[in-house]
């Protein structure tokens, strides 16, 4: 005989294909078989079907294609004999599914065979329309699956509620037919009938608001009764597991009961005993018992309120946290975090416990541990639970300190209770995973930093200790960079000193050495390293007598192959050799960030930048290089990878920094105020509400832009910005048009203005110190421009040294500043400051001019602020 004849026998083909050695010798015994079988296919060959069938079902389970025997299954489902049919049945569930088209082929046969006088093959129809049925067989064979509910067979009524938790499921509209059946099926005797009724009502329940009205009515009192029974019943041997009597039964009554309490005070009143009672004397050494309390407290924890019964249910899940098995340690864990919802004060006892799952070396309980932990914190705890955190951040493993480090830095940020505590604990987490902690951590920490002047002294303290000891962390060392180039006077003198400390001696030189350490790492990247070039920047001015020094370690990065390092150190080289008039202004202190506006955007709920324009932003395909942002941008660390900066197109660079809302305010006159000590460059702008910066570098740019003037001067260009923000400079600041030795911008020349109309001048501020008065002319070839000469006058005794004069407008004009004419006011109206200014109105005729203006300057070397907003502009302008 042929060995792969339709007539060989399925154990001789599975022992030939047991005896291939190779891939390749297997794939030509199936590929002969299947063509043994094609061919009985087309021969129509009746006597070896249900064989060739068994032999395709066990082809496709080695995972080679079967799909041309699919209509042999429909033929032996349409003979008449039993052996056919189970055959043709099991190749059809497992050689199709739902989706294919040819199973509506097989929906009349089905109807056929539920209605057969055999039970066996009514069996069989039950068991495919229960894995195969589709929505369109459902509502075909529904009214005959709802009759087999009542069959006088238990075994068909078991199938039957089987097939119809699928129908249900596929056609919900149906449900409402079948729960009465089901309800009858709650009292049946035999086992498996129950089992499966008790699952029907589960599911009918989820499905129809009906359904459950319907048994909250009905049923729950003979559930109730049941499961009491099943608690208390004696030993079952036909149903023990482990010493405990029937669990699947005990877990599924669980879930019925758990779906008809919830939100039903009634129903949760009739089960609060029995809970309790399944509860306590369910014993949990074992895990039938165990997957029993599991169902028992997530009914107690979704069934209406009851205080003591959620105390006894996270109790035992207090005690699962204290098992060997990792599965029970996860599940409880995860209701425990549900449970922190209901009953926060019964899970914190089991804190303890809970802290210990964090070091367990399964990595899934860890990190759902420390989920739940995240949840326990609260103003009480919050020093004890961070303190166990940051000791176990020390000897945790790397793959698990960028979670842990992640939600040790949520916690102190949400409940911190004073700052000095919150910059401690950030500190320690920065040494011990600072490589692990995100860029949006280390921003917020400075600008908490700068939130505290007290804490100014003592935190470069620490962040100076702490390089000390480790330069591993890249973030430690942005940080301790940035507070040094900030602070660094204040780690020479130990000013700020607090009882909690003891004094340390630190020189110049160590401030530096600190710097230069940090800059030379290998491992430092880009950003590191040009914050370490604008800190050496700061520490120039800071330590004069170290420029030298400074200006050599500055001038190694002249020849850098990063182009963003060899122009920030040629840049930083020139301000330090031959603009050290200049110099101070550009680096002095950082002024205070908005925390609250900072914590806005981290939350999103303010937008990261506000564009120029009212349009999308430009698109740049795939090739092009984006325009550059103006020389000044980068010096000062300002570029943006997200918000595309053009200078020909443009908005001024701080406009869009800032996301400054510069829409007219009200008319209210002139507003005068005096304030003592310098102030951030926010407050200029305070007509809209400006969000914080949002990355690291930004955080120094309003210590490093004292003079606008010298954006456009250092970009070589002269940009026309949307709203400008321009300051008034010495004497000698004509030498900062070769700040770049030669690249600067030809300086403005005045333009001629002939036949202008003539408007009157106007005292733009006065205050008792100070008077500025602007004068007009207008272009006639050009009227939305005009010209305004601003005079300031000295009203009092004293020399006004270091005089800086700053405007901002709004969106729909433009500003243009020249230098001033000197930087320093003479006193008692003895001479005066003149400075030209000019503005294009694009809304001219239809809304008039209004500005907003600040003034700094130094009296008896004391900073003196002054502003105000000017809406008193002649019309016409």
């Known amino acids: 005989m042929n060995p792969f004849s339709s007539g060989t026998r399925m154990r001789d083909m599975i022992r030939a294909i047991r005896a291939c050695k190779t891939a390749a010798e297997e794939r030509a015994v199936v590929r002969k078989e299947c063509a043994a079988i094609r061919a009985a296919i087309s021969e129509n060959d009746q006597d070896y079907s249900h064989r060739n069938l068994a032999k395709l079902m066990f082809i496709h389970m080695l995972g080679y294609p079967t799909h041309f025997g699919q209509m042999e299954c429909l033929k032996l489902i349409a003979t008449a004999g039993f052996p056919e049919k189970r055959i043709g049945y099991l190749g059809l569930m ?16 089905i109807k056929q065979d539920l209605n057969h006088t055999n039970q066996y093959i009514v069996g069989l129809a039950l068991c495919a329309l229960g894995n195969l049925g589709s929505a369109e067989m459902a509502r075909d064979l529904a009214p005959d699956v709802e009759r087999l509910l009542q069959f006088r067979d238990p075994n068909i009524r078991k199938k039957a509620a089987l097939c119809t938790i699928r129908i249900i499921k596929k056609v919900p509209d149906l ?142 899940l207090g005690r699962f946290l204290s098992s060997r098995d990792n599965n029970i340690r996860y599940v409880a864990l995860n209701m425990l975090m ?107 920490l400075i600008v908490v930093i700068t939130n505290a002047p007290n804490l100014h002294g003592y935190t470069v303290r ?104 060899q122009q920030r150190a040629i840049e930083f080289n020139s301000i330090i050799g031959k603009h050290e008039k200049i110099r101070s202004a550009l680096v002095e202190r950082m002024p205070v ?19 120029t324009s009212q349009g999308a932003p430009p698109k740049i395909p795939n090739g092009v290089v984006k325009p550059a942002p103006p020389p000044l941008v980068d010096l000062l660390d300002l570029s943006s990878d997200d918000v595309p900066t053009s200078v020909s197109v443009g908005g001024d660079f701080l406009h869009d920094l800032l996301g400054v809302d510069m829409s007219p305010a009200p008319s209210q006159g002139t507003n005068q105020t005096k ?4 102030d951030m460059l926010l407050d200029l702008l305070s007509i809209g509400d400006p969000p914080a910066l949002s990355n690291s570098a930004a955080l120094d740019i309003l210590s490093t832009s004292q003079d606008s003037q010298s954006a456009g001067d250092l970009s070589g260009k002269s940009p026309t910005p949307l709203l400008s923000v ?73 020399i006004y040294s270091n005089f800086v004069f700053q405007a901002a407008v709004p969106k729909f004009l433009q500003l243009h500043l020249d230098p001033a004419s000197s930087n320093t006011l003479p006193a008692s109206g003895d001479g005066s400051i003149t400075q030209t200014l000019r503005i294009s109105n694009s809304q001219h005729g239809k809304k008039s001019l209004v500005m907003r203006m600040r003034i700094n300057y130094k009296v008896n070397n004391k900073d003196v602020l002054e502003e105000g907003q000017i809406n008193t502009f002649p019309r016409g302008l």
């Open 338 to 444: 549900k449970a922190m919802a209901l009953d926060s004060q019964a899970v914190q006892r089991h804190r303890a416990t809970i802290l210990e799952c964090v070091k367990d070396p399964d990595a899934s309980i860890r990190k759902r541990a420390l989920e739940l932990v995240y949840l326990l914190v609260n103003e009480n705890n919050v020093k004890q639970l961070t303190k166990d955190l940051v000791d176990y951040l020390e000897v945790s493993d790397p793959e698990f300190k960028g979670d842990l480090s992640a939600k040790i830095c949520s916690i102190v940020e949400k409940f911190s209770p004073e700052k000095i505590w919150y910059i401690d604990q950030m500190l320690k987490v920065l040494s011990e995973a600072g490589n692990y902690v995100k860029d949006d951590v280390w921003h917020a």
């Open 726 to 798: 321009k300051a008034s400079t010495s004497a000698g600041s004509s030498s900062m048009m070769d700040l770049l030795d030669g690249f600067g911008a030809t300086p403005s020349v005045p333009v001629a203005v002939t036949d202008a109309p003539t408007y009157p001048s106007i005292v733009a501020f006065e205050s008792s110190s100070l008077k500025v008065t602007f004068n007009f002319t207008k272009d006639p070839s050009s009227q939305h421009t005009t010209l305004i000469e601003a005079q300031f006058t000295n009203k009092s005794p004293n």
């Open 94 to 109: 497992l050689l199709l599914d739902e989706r294919q088209e040819v199973l509506m082929l097989v929906t009349n046969s």
């Open 462 to 565: 620490s962040l100076y200790k702490a390089v000390q000891t480790t330069t591993e962390q890249e973030t430690l060392l942005r940080v301790a960079v940035w507070c040094v180039g900030e602070y660094a006077d204040l780690l020479i003198s130990n000013a700020g000193m607090l009882d909690i400390e003891d004094p340390i001696t630190v020189t110049e030189a160590d401030a530096v050495n600190v710097v230069e350490t940090a800059i030379g790492r290998d491992s430092s990247d880009l950003t590191t390293r040009a914050m370490c070039l604008i800190a050496l920047l700061k520490l120039s001015s800071r330590f004069p007598s170290l420029s030298k020094r400074i200006n050599d370690i500055i001038h190694r990065h002249k020849r850098s192959l990063v182009l963003e390092l």
């Open 675 to 678: 304030k003592s000590g310098t």
């Open 593 to 611: 960030l908005d925390e609250a506006t900072f914590s806005g955007r981290r939350a999103g709920s303010v937008p990261n930048a506000v564009s």
């Open 175 to 316: 449900a409402e037919n079948f729960i009465k059946p089901a309800a009858v099926l709650l009292k049946e005797k035999h086992h498996g009938v129950l089992i499966t009724g008790v699952q029907l009502c589960t599911d009918l329940c989820r499905v129809s608001d009906e359904a459950l009205e319907y048994f909250k009515k009905k049923s729950i009192d003979g559930l109730v009764k049941l499961l009491r029974d099943l608690t208390n019943s004696p030993y079952a041997p036909e149903y023990d597991i482990s010493g405990i009597t029937d669990p699947f039964l005990h877990v599924r009554l669980l879930k019925l009961l758990r779906v008809l309490g919830e939100g039903d005070a009634d129903a949760s009143d009739s089960m609060n005993d029995l809970l309790a009672q399944v509860a306590t004397k369910t014993e949990s050494n074992k895990n039938a018992g165990n997957a029993i309390l599991y169902e028992c407290v997530a009914a107690i924890m979704s069934i209406e309120d009851n205080g003591g019964l959620r105390v006894l249910a996270v109790n035992i």
